[in-house]
């Protein structure tokens, strides 16, 4: 039995394996696979993540330069 889901290409309708392809064979067409979709919304709370922790840094370098400059 074939457990593969298959969905129609949205550009040319040609039936493709969604947990496997990331491409259409027919035509070409970039398709979002389950897997693609996890990977991406990982890496954008990765990215959101990595931005707050590097903004955090360089405000707390920068209340530190602060009071490092106080007291010179
Ligand atoms: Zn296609």
């Given amino acids: 039995m074939d457990n593969d889901k298959l969905v129609p290409c949205p550009a040319c ?14 035509c070409g067409k970039e398709l979002m696979s389950d897997k693609k979709k996890a990977q991406a ?11 707050i922790f590097l903004w955090k ?4 370098q920068f209340l530190w330069l602060g009071i490092k400059s106080l007291f010179r």
């Fill in 13 to 26: 309708g040609h039936l493709v394996s969604k947990a496997t392809a990331d491409k259409c064979p027919n």
């Fill in 57 to 60: 840094l360089g405000v707390l």
């Fill in 41 to 51: 919304f990982v890496e954008t709370i990765g990215g959101i993540i990595s931005i």
